[in-house]
């Protein structure tokens, strides 16, 4: 059954609770925001209400609404790609956060981030059928996730200082785990290899950004360091 972020079937909350209080009341939050098609302006007012009655780490947010329900493919609604920009720009969410849970999410995730999100879900849920351990956010909510943190990027959003170089590592990371898996599947998803290269091509343009690329991997080596 179609549990995350559907507009005709409710989500299974019990599946939520290792994930805390805090991430079960976001949870409901966006789905409540979903299923009554509140705009992006709504959703920002009723969002910095929220995270003043319920805090919530960077992280942990981005697990609330990146984390697949199922194993088949849900219908994700296109809101909530857009509420995910929101609370980029917001400063709910960090660039970095999101683009790690969404690689954790994707067929792109390395062998040991699959084991690891496998046994956090059985660990947790003992009397719960294991409807996580494999699930995967499908490329077109990938695609559109990265296309809007290309624009955030190009807009300066989350470019100062650690955040720049938070955000660089796990772009940095995005471009070594699709070039492993490109190598070992022998298949090349142009258009996410694209929109991932241009968020790094944005953040390698800012200031001392390039000089410091340029100081730690001499012309040509750090495509060649990180697989791409």
Known sequence: MCRRWCVTAKTDY??????????????RF?????????????????????SRITPITSSGLAQVVL?????????VHPLVPRYIERLVRLNRLEIHDVLLTLLEYSSYASDTER?????????????????????????????????RIARL????QGLQNARLWNTIRAISQWMASIATHTVASHYDDGNIQVAVGTIFSVLAGCEGVSHALATSFPEGTLFGFIGW
């Open 67 to 75: 984390e697949p329900r199922s194993r088949s493919s849900p219908f």
């Open 14 to 27: 019990d599946q939520l609770s290792f994930m805390g209080a805090e991430a079960e009341a976001w949870s």
């Open 115 to 147: 084991s690891s999100r496998g046994t956090r879900a059985s660990d947790n849920q003992l009397d719960q059928p294991d409807t996580t351990g494999s699930a995967e956010t499908s490329k077109d909510l990938q695609l559109d996730i990265l296309h």
């Open 30 to 50: 966006i789905e409540q925001c979903v299923l009554k098609r509140k705009s992006v302006e709504d959703f920002e007012s009723l969002a910095n209400f929220h």
């Open 153 to 156: 990027s190009a807009d300066g």
